[in-house]
Each structure stands twice: as C-alpha cells, then as structure tokens.
C-alpha cells in the first residue's frame, strides 16, 4: 500500500472538472512540498505533467492545474476532454526515498 | 534533447539476475543528475525501484535492496541495473528516467520502458 493515498478512479463527463487528490499517509514526506503528477496512458512511458505542486511542465493545457492543503495534493482537470482519460499518478520523496501514489483512472463518460 | 533508452532480456529465469541498460543520448551522465529506476507489474501502478546520483551515490527501495545494485557507466554514458534472486513477482516493465532539478524531484524524461518476464 502506498504512502500516497489516491482515489481508484474519478469520472467524469466532457467539459467538466474534475479533480484527483493524493494524500500523505505517513509524516515521512518532508518534501511533499515537491509532489510532482504524471499522466499514463496505456502502453506508454509516464508523463510528467505537474512539478513542485503547481509548476505545470511545457506544452501541457492549461487545463491541468495542481495545489496542495495540508497533507493533500490536488490535480485538477478542466474541461474535460476524452483524451484525458488515462491513469494519473503523483509522486513524492523523503531524503532517502520515493514514492508514487497509487495511482487514479480517469473516465471520460 | 535528452533520450533514454532501456534494454536487457524480456525473460529471465527465478532465482537469476535480472540486467538491464539505459542508454542516455543528448545529455551527458556526468553531469550533476539524478536518475531512476521504475517498474510497472502488468495492470498495477508505478514503484520506484531506486535512483542513482552521477557519482555513484545510490538510493534504494527498501524492499528491493537486498536485491538491487545500480550503477553508472559515464564511459558508456549508460545507467545499469542489477536485480538478483528474481521471482514472478518481479515481471515488470522497467523504466529509466532523469531526476528534474534538484535531489530525487520530478522524473523527466522517460524512456520508453522494457518487458520483463520471469518465467522458466
């Protein structure tokens, strides 16, 4: 089980937002402060979508947004798009490790 | 741009040594990055295996580390990994990627992942 908490799955349909938490189950994470979210599609390589909680990386839609309360991250996905349905991971690390969350798969209804 | 490509044997045997590569084009390994290892079982979500400084110094999964053994090559320009004692449990597609920035902070790039299977 990881120590990133995230919900199974999320739908929703398009144009909606919708948003996917990752919470921290340990206090081990002392630079959750970095949680970073990357977006998978099937058969492919993660992509890393979000840096140190709201850095949106180059070339992705405005769309995709993060922030964080407390020990909680957040992705959020407006104006949902059918492309958008893939699986969604955040990630984190300690001074000695790292983890990713446990993953959320979206649907595009 | 920096391109990550990993490669090895898609099947190896229980009880033997799984090698891999990653061969790193458009960046040099001994530059001051981090880089890591990644797996997915098949229909399960990401584990982080371990990542490696371009000094040598290397951070585990606990539990893997009994196991694991990661290495940089910057001769070859190449990362490796050495899992020993592989179990079924271990079939996986294996990712390398590049720590962004500081520390063990955001994976980017990736390569494209291998299959592994253990199976005899």
């Known amino acids: 089980q990881s120590a990133l908490s995230q919900p199974a799955s999320v739908s929703g349909s398009p144009g909606q937002t919708i948003i996917i938490s990752c919470t921290e189950t340990s206090n081990d994470f002392g630079h959750f402060e970095s949680v970073s979210w990357y977006q998978q599609y099937p058969g492919k390589a993660p992509k890393l979508l979000i840096s140190h909680v709201t850095t949106r990386i180059s070339g992705v839609p405005d769309r995709f947004s993060g922030s964080k309360a407390g020990e909680t991250a957040f992705l959020t996905i407006s104006g949902l798009r059918a492309d958008d349905e893939a699986a969604y991971y955040c990630?984190?690390?300690?001074?000695?490790?790292?983890?990713f969350g446990s993953g959320t798969t979206v649907t595009v209804l | 741009q920096v391109q990550l490509q990993e490669s090895g044997p898609g099947l190896v045997k229980p009880s033997e040594t799984l090698s891999l590569t990653c061969d790193v084009s458009g960046h040099s390994i001994s530059l001051p990055y981090y880089w890591g290892w990644i797996r997915q079982s098949p229909g399960k979500g990401l584990e982080w295996i371990g990542s490696i400084y371009w000094t040598g110094i290397t951070y585990y999964n606990e539990s893997l580390r009994s196991r694991l053994s990661l290495s940089v090559d910057t001769s070859k320009n190449q990362l490796s990994l050495r899992l020993a004692s592989v179990v079924a449990a271990d079939s996986a597609i294996y990712f390398c990627?590049?720590?962004?920035?500081?520390?063990?902070?955001?994976?980017?790039?990736w390569g494209p992942g291998i299959l592994v299977t253990v199976s005899s």
């Open positions: 990630y984190s690390f300690t001074n000695t490790a790292s983890v």
């Open positions: 990627a590049r720590h962004v920035g500081a520390f063990l902070t955001s994976f980017d790039p």
